[in-house]
């Protein structure tokens, strides 16, 4: 004659069955691990500039003159500043026509100096350049109140 006895044991799983209402705390750390994580992963593709610009346009307000070898000045919003090639937006840059009138006494004619948008040339660019970071002499940013970004605002069409 076998006596068979069987021992119930109390676990907080038998009474409430497999459902918790409360996550564990062993999950809390790793939850908290994987969160620090991600952030870093998107800080660091943010500064590599791995993440496209346009998903952020509002992080990236101020002008900025960009100083070609060529003499070239172009003004804009500059993107991926760490690539080897530097993307500018919103492109607008100078041009100078010299009108055919006779000198005047001080010898030099008189200049008209135009902020152009890029766009509107003949063979129809987009507005936006991809620059070799070779051909970059400086760049430098533009006050909210310098006459070039006056001037740029002056050309936006309203909002």
């Known amino acids: 004659m076998a006596i068979n006895k069987t021992i119930e044991m109390h676990t907080p ?11 564990s705390r062993r999950k809390w750390p790793a939850i908290l691990i994987i969160i620090i994580i991600l952030a ?29 070898t060529n003499g070239q000045v172009y003004f804009g ?20 026509a010299q009108p ?11 200049a008209n100096i135009n902020l152009v948008k890029l766009g509107g040339e003949l063979h129809g660019p987009q507005d936006e350049m991809r620059i070799n970071r070779d051909q970059i002499l400086f760049i430098e940013d533009l006050k909210s109140d310098s006459r070039v970004v006056q001037a740029i605002q002056q050309l936006q069409p309203t909002k």
């Open 77 to 96: 919003k500059l993107y991926r500043d760490n690539s080897q090639y530097p993307t500018l937006r919103e492109v607008y840059y100078l041009q100078v």
């Open 40 to 68: 870093a992963l998107a800080l660091t593709a943010y500064y590599l500039n791995i993440i496209p610009s346009s998903l952020f346009p509002q992080l990236h307000k101020s002008y900025q003159a960009v100083f070609l």
């Open 13 to 23: 799983e038998a009474e409430f069955g497999e459902f918790q209402s409360k996550p």
């Open 100 to 110: 055919p009138q006779q000198l005047q006494p001080e010898g030099t004619p008189p």
